[in-house]
Structure formats: C-alpha cells, structure tokens
C-alpha cells in the first residue's frame, strides 16, 4: 500500500479524551495525530465540513499532562464498527506556537508510529 499522508502519524498509548472546547463536552478520543491532523474515534456525531475548537491533555517531555487547544476542520468521516461511533478525520487549522512545539517532541518519541 503506498502511504498518501503528508506527515506520519502517531499513536497515543493510552485513551486520550478530546473535549469540544465550546460546550465542555467530551466528543470523542484520538485515534493518532500528526503535526497537521488528527484521527478521532468520534462519541457523538460530528457535522460535515465544519470547524471545532478541540482541547486534549498530550504528555510533555517530562511526562507531565501539556492541555492543547487546537482548531480543526473536518474533512471525512465513517461509522466504526462500534454501535454509535465514527472516525473522524481533521486538518489542524489552528495550533499556537508551543502547542506545535510541544507536539513535534512527543511526535518525535520512540513510541508507535502510523506510517
């Protein structure tokens, strides 16, 4: 299979909740991320084409939870085999500075990658 992705994704480790950043709501957790876009495993439904303010807890490079607020598009989506969930793709529109910094390090770590 020839891999079309801009960027290589990564896996996180363990559950990691997002939370729609407007209503508090948690929506879903990651599937894997990139510096360019995420994977989400999606609870509740998501609307096509539309824009979200998502926040996430990522561990820093001293295992400390970093709380990330990233914009995002939805470009796709298609029902998990789970009764009422979805995957999700997204294009980070929106990622201040040290959230990006703090992304490409964990990104950057020696654990499991999506290629």
Known sequence: MNEKRRRTRKRPEMALPV???M???VVGSIGNLS?????????RPIAEDALYQFQFDLPDTQGRPYRFEVGAHEL??????STGRSWVGFRCIDLGPED???LAAWLADDADTDT
């Open 19 to 21: 939370t729609d950043a």
């Open 23 to 25: 209503t508090g709501a």
């Open 35 to 43: 510096q360019e876009g995420m994977l989400l495993l999606a609870e």
């Open 76 to 81: 796709w989506s298609e029902a998990a085999s």
């Open 100 to 102: 990006a910094r703090v």
